[in-house]
T-cell receptor, first 114, second 114 residues
């Protein structure tokens, strides 16, 4: 079953707390992405991972870091969350980069920072 | 700078009517273009991909066109159903990007009423 799974789906945190968003895929895809989606804006790339321990910053990496120790898992970490990081975060995977034709998305993790 | 512009921002149609969604982009060099459907609170699901100049695709009641010279794409939905209510997102793949960059439009919110 081709699926990208995100956990948790909903999260409320206080400013300054740490946040861990987890993403898993069962398709052995090399490339995984973390995006955030805000009202009125297109999805913005936070980080891209080409494989285990091979990660690159996207367009808005500040305030975030990632970890990919296994091909099927890609984590997004917010050290000391800020209120402007309130957003919906999407994880996606594809078998190779630049393959918009085979891109699978998770259902999103809605984070509220108060 | 926004490189993918979608119009209209929102659209309300009656069930059974047809509708057309527009996507204009300035991404260079462009590789291919993809339309996604995003139900409320869900992830993005791919509808169709357009690769070549003057490509036309059809997926049931969804059909799309691409004019690479004009950097313009349209998504046609025929005989809309209530389940077509969603946000439709245009994504352009930048083949010149080392990061496998996907450029997302902000989406068109389609509401189908009885």
């Amino acid at each position: 079953d081709m699926k990208v799974t995100q956990m948790p789906r909903y999260l409320i945190k206080r400013m300054g707390e740490n946040v861990l968003l987890e993403c898993g895929q069962d398709m052995s895809h090399e490339t995984m992405y973390w995006y955030r989606q805000d009202p009125g804006l297109g999805l913005q790339l936070i980080y891209i991972s080409y494989d285990v321990d091979s990660n690159s910053e996207g367009d808005i990496p500040k305030g975030y870091r990632v970890s990919r120790k296994k091909r099927e898992h890609f984590s997004l970490i917010l050290d000391s969350a800020k209120t402007n990081q309130t957003s919906v975060y999407f994880c996606a995977s594809s078998p190779r980069q630049n393959s918009g034709n085979t891109l699978y998305f998770g259902e999103g993790s809605r984070l509220i920072v108060v | 700078k926004t490189q993918v512009e979608q119009s209209p921002q929102s659209l309300v149609v009656r069930q059974g009517e047809n509708c057309v969604l527009q996507c204009n982009y300035s991404v260079t060099p462009d590789n291919h273009l993809r339309w996604f459907k995003q139900d409320t609170g869900k992830g993005l699901v791919s509808l169709t991909v357009l690769v070549h100049e003057n490509d036309k695709t059809s997926n049931g009641r969804y059909s799309a066109t691409l004019d690479k010279d004009a950097k313009h794409s349209t998504l046609h939905i025929t005989a809309t159903l209530l389940d077509d209510t969603a946000t439709y997102i245009c994504v352009v793949v930048d083949r010149g990007s080392a990061l496998g960059r996907l450029h997302f439009g902000a989406g068109t919110q389609l509401i189908v009423i009885p």
